[in-house]
Structure formats: C-alpha cells, structure tokens
C-alpha cells in the first residue's frame, strides 16, 4: 500500500482557510452511513463539504441483514437510501474506488484510481474484513467468503444448482449462514474448531442447547474440526480435515471470523493495538487529532466492538465533536442479539469470564439463562432460547444492581428476577 501519493496539481483543491471545512469519511457500512445520517440531523452537512469513498460499487446497505437474503429477496431493501438523499444533502459519495493511502503531512487521501482529496477532518469507517483461513484451494470456483452483499448474492446464485455445502465457521455469521443454506434445500455442515458453538460467546452447556436446538436432517455440526485443504475431485470440492476425515461437497462458505480493517492506518503509521484495530482515545482521535476512527476498525480502551450498535454511538459522538461539543465515548455494553432460525440467543457483559465470579442458573428443556455474579451484582449473563426478561436482566447489568438472596432464589427457580 502506497506511502509516498503522487503531488497534487496546483489549485486542485479548495483552500480550507477560506471554504467549508472538508470531512472524508473512508468507509461506507452501517457505521460510516449512521455519521452521514448525524450530521445531517444537525444540518452540519450545510457547513462541511462532506466527501464519502466506498470500496464496494453500490450504496451503503444493512450488513447485518445481508444472511436474509438466503431467504427472502431483500437485496433492494437492504441499501439504506437512494443516489438522491446523497445528491439532495450535498454529500460527495465515490463507491467502487477505495482508498489506498493517507499522507497525513499534506492531508490528503488517494484512491485506487488515483482520485486525491484533501481533509480538514478524516474519518476512519473502515469496518471489518473476513478471515480467511491459510486454505490450500480457497480460489476455487464454489468457495466464497461471506462478508458483503456481492459475497451474498454470488452465494445465493451458486447455490442453486447445488445439494450440499460446507460452512467454516460455528460463530453467528456461520450459523446464521447455514440456517438460511439449509432452508434453501441444502444438505449443510457446520465446520467449527471449537470444541462448541458459538465458542466466544456461550459456556458449554448453552451452546449443547443451541447445537441441539439447529441440528437437523439438513444441518449438522462437525466441533473440534479445522479445515486443512480444499480440492476439487470429479464428485465436487474435496474439504480435508486436520483430524483425517474429510468432506465432499457442491461448495465452501467460509465465516471463519472478522479482523479490523486496520490497513490504511498502519500504512501511514497510526497505532494500532496488538490483535489490531486503529488504536483511538475517548475523543475517537487517533494518534493524528485530524483523523478519528469508528466502528470495528477502532480500538477503544483495549476493546474492538465487532458488531454495529457500538459504532451508532461512536458516530454520534463525531458528530457532536464536528458540532463544537465536547462529547466522549465511555465505551458501550458488550449486549449482543442473534437469532438463528427460531433459536434466540442473547449475550451481555462479561459472560464468560467466570475467575472470582459466582453464576446463577436457569434451565428448562428448551432455554438457559445464566447471571454472573461479582459479589451480589450482576456483571453478565446469557441465554439461548425464550428470554423474556432480557431487558430487565440487562438493566440489571448496566445498573450494577445488587441482587438480594430473594432474587437469586427466584431466578434460579423461575429465570426471573
């Protein structure tokens, strides 16, 4: 990736000392959009020249409903707004031409098609990028990642003329991934390396629920397993495993995990945090004060949230700092929601840090619930299946709330506090 971007032509660009200040935001996801949206709910859009450069060829859209579209047509519905509220608000949006480098002495970005614009502000929105395992045959025709709505769409319209696939991965992306593969009349098999399901986000016994709960005629769970090689036989795509056995199937969707998108910053020498992540104070700055960085290609406090919420409130606080606000980001709650199928699975706080915590217990034969205790207050909790107290269990979280002996009692007799 470039550090040295061509000079730019005399006159290129506007002077900022006597024009609009110039805001680019790299990154048009979820997160980068929910910043276009506050910045026009408080009308910045009519003072700041707003440039927005996106690396896939069509408008922002929903990521985390792109798995819906395995089942239902929703590729439309799933963009956010049309090319007119883009044009209608003044925002400069350039789709299918990423950036490539940063100078950070002149200000300036650089695309892939050499397209330079100048910053005032710089906004890092970068997101996520999938995980692609070191996987002899991942280029063969039929193995796909699954991360954008390109990826998606190929996934669904291969998938026709196929009865069997292999997905890598037992996180939420994969088995949301293969629900909607099974549902399609797919023969699927779930490929985790873990020991069990969903392994970053539920203990043993609610991920046994949760693998019982998906296993199916048309979907099975293979834990403890790595994929080591992919080749294509007469019969179809040859999936060997660390453990000997092996897998024939029509084609590989691999959800194998995120990393940040981190790649820009490093290029130009911004910290970034060991597992990566653009590393970025209370105020979202980097290392640089004119370059801020949300969503999941930032590192807050040691903490990448991979999931959009987070990024929301990120957005919001660089909006009210483009406002002359001094607003901060004190972090945000570890809350996630996923359904599979009809299987709901909630996860908040520290769940699965258990070191000098004491847990609570409900079970039934279609739910679990777990509160984690430190002291008498509640620092996480879990659950797959009917929840319906989540929200209440929640507060309890985000309150600190200290629970008495009663409640304890009743809530490992009926799930409620």
Not at 20 to 46: C, M
Not at 65 to 81: A, F, I, N, P
Not at 275 to 289: E, H, K, N
């Amino acid at each position: 990736m470039p550090r040295n971007l061509p000079a730019a032509a005399a006159g290129s660009f506007p002077d900022p000392l006597h024009s609009a200040p110039s805001i680019v935001i790299v990154g048009n996801g979820p997160v980068g959009f929910r910043l276009l949206q506050d910045l026009v709910s408080r009308q910045l859009h009519r003072r700041l020249q707003v440039t927005v450069f996106g690396e896939e060829r069509g408008l922002a859209y929903d990521r985390p409903g792109l798995t819906r579209m395995l089942t239902e047509d929703v590729s439309e519905s799933l963009v956010y707004q049309p090319l007119s509220w883009y044009e209608q608000h003044g925002i400069r949006m350039i789709t299918g031409d990423p950036v490539i480098g940063i100078d950070r002495s002149r200000r300036i970005v650089c695309s892939r098609s050499n397209r330079l614009v100048t910053y005032d502000q710089l906004i890092l929105a970068t997101g996520s990028r999938s995980v692609i395992p070191a996987l002899a045959g991942f280029d063969l025709e039929g193995v796909f990642p699954c991360r954008t709505l390109d990826d998606l769409n190929a996934i669904r319209i291969y998938s026709r003329r196929c009865r069997s696939v292999a997905v890598l991965g037992g996180g939420p992306l994969g088995l949301e991934a293969a629900h909607g593969l099974a549902a399609r009349g797919l023969n699927v098999y779930v490929v985790e390396k873990g020991p069990v399901l969903m392994p970053r986000q539920l203990d043993n016994a609610a991920a046994e629920l949760l693998r019982r709960k998906v296993v199916s005629e048309r979907l099975q769970c293979l834990l403890q397993r790595q994929p080591e090689r992919i080749s294509r036989i007469s019969e179809g795509l040859h999936l060997e495993l660390t453990s000997g056995e092996s897998l024939i199937v029509d084609m590989v969707v691999v959800a194998a995990g995120v990393r940040p998108r981190d790649e820009l910053a490093r290029a130009c020498q911004l910290p970034t945090g060991r597992r990566g992540g653009v590393l970025v104070d209370d105020q979202l700055r980097t290392s640089d004060p004119a370059i801020c960085a949300i969503g999941e290609c930032a590192e807050h406090q040691g903490i990448v949230y991979g999931r959009p919420e987070p990024g929301f409130r990120m957005a919001e606080v660089v909006a009210e700092q483009l406002r002359g606000q001094s607003t901060e980001f004190s972090g945000f709650g570890t809350a996630m929601q996923v359904k599979i199928g009809e299987v709901e699975i909630r996860v908040a706080g520290d769940s699965l840090n258990l070191k000098g915590h004491t847990t609570l217990v409900h079970e039934t034969t279609s739910s679990y619930t777990k509160l984690i205790l430190e002291g008498n207050r509640v620092t996480g909790l879990m659950g797959v299946g009917p929840l319906p107290e989540f929200d209440e269990l929640q507060e309890a979280l985000l309150q600190n709330r200290r629970l008495k002996w009663w409640h304890k009692r009743r809530f490992e007799t009926s799930g409620r506090l």
